[in-house]
């Protein structure tokens, strides 16, 4: 991620003052709380949140002072993490769901298409909104599973069972409001709280896996470094 990180800086200098006035662009980071809802009645996994992120690039097309066309690469990690005590004996592979703790963490390569909203509040400091939504497929997936604390089983990577339970492509409704701050003729910041939701499930379901009819969403501030062509 560090290389990665500096090749999207390295771009982002390089760019500077080439192109039109219509155009920008910039890169962006966002600390998210994740979780997954299950619509499925019966499931048996309950989720807790997890602090995770988003980050990468955008590329702005503005159609007028206020509306323009946002679109870019992202790259998010998201996961969860399950305290299965529900209180029913069951149990998954001999160990009862009362004691068994999963933790996983997916890397997701995601494409943005949204439209943007400003609207100047002072000669510096302007509102500033997005929606749309965002593609969104898996690259790895880490997980970590415990019983009473004791390490079960540990693997990182994109595996066939992997391949096989998540979705190749699900998409995310985004919406975010917030405060842009021009800090130059050129330059720009942009302070975005935002939530994303999946509108599809997160994985392929069938109806003997109701733990797998789940949908996911994150909360998030999202910051932005903007500028002009």
Known sequence: MNRLFI??????????????SKWGYGLIFSPDAVSETNKA?????????????????????????????????????????????????ASYNGIPYSKLSIRNSEGYLELPVLLKFSS???????????????????????????DAGTQISYYWGYTIATFQAYRPMYYLAT???????QLNEKTKITVEPNIKYSLN?????????????????????????????
């Open 7 to 20: 090749v999207l800086l390295f771009v982002f200098i390089s760019l500077s003052g080439f192109g039109q």
């Open 41 to 89: 009645p019966d499931a048996l996994v309950h989720y807790k949140l997890m602090i995770r992120y988003t980050a990468g690039a955008n590329i702005i097309y503005n159609l007028n002072k206020r509306f323009g066309l946002v679109s870019g690469l992202w790259f998010s990690e998201r996961g969860t993490s399950t305290n299965d005590d529900v209180g029913t004996g």
């Open 120 to 146: 100047a509040a002072s000669k510096r400091l302007s509102f500033y909104s997005t929606a749309g939504l965002v593609f969104s497929t898996i690259l790895y997936e880490k997980y970590r599973q415990q």
């Open 175 to 181: 919406i975010s409001t917030g405060l842009a701050y």
């Open 201 to 229: 499930t997160l994985y392929n379901t069938t109806p003997a896996s109701p733990e797998y009819h789940t949908h996911e969403y994150s909360v998030g501030i999202r910051f932005g470094v903007y500028r002009s062509f």
